[in-house]
């Protein structure tokens, strides 16, 4: 069964930071595109950052470059997402995805999100 498990949300006033984890259970991490989106309300869901599987290629939202750093740890089946001087408008749901696409199927699972909250 395929579980993927967001943790390390929560309220931070703005300049502070958190850091989220993704933990991932039941396919080949390794494999995997993982990536973090994030959906604020009325909002549509948008990509945050991602790091590919082989070559740990990491790709940002212009939003958040220079402040969230995306990695993962494939020994222990987690990805995280630093966040530091957060602002207003990071305050979203944020969820844990994981991406393996082939010419015949994708692959695609999600977390349940964690919820961040930006506010004094």
């Known amino acids: 069964q395929v579980q993927l498990v967001e943790s390390g949300g929560g309220l931070v006033q703005p300049g502070g930071s958190l850091r989220l984890s993704c933990a991932a259970s039941?396919?080949?991490?390794?494999?995997?595109?993982m990536s973090w989106y994030r959906q604020a309300p009325g909002k549509e869901r948008e990509l945050v950052a991602s790091?590919?599987?082989?070559?740990?290629?990491?790709n940002y939202a212009d939003s958040v470059k220079g402040r969230f750093t995306i990695s993962r740890d494939n020994a222990r089946n987690t990805v995280y997402l630093q966040m530091n001087s957060l602002k207003p408008e990071d305050t979203a749901v944020y969820f844990c995805?994981?991406?393996?696409?082939?010419?015949?199927?994708?692959?695609?699972?999600w977390g349940q999100g964690t919820q961040v909250t930006v506010s004094s």
């Open positions: 995805n994981a991406l393996r696409s082939n010419p015949y199927k994708n692959y695609d699972y």
């Open positions: 039941g396919f080949t991490f390794s494999t995997y595109t």
């Open positions: 790091v590919t599987s082989v070559s740990s290629t990491r």
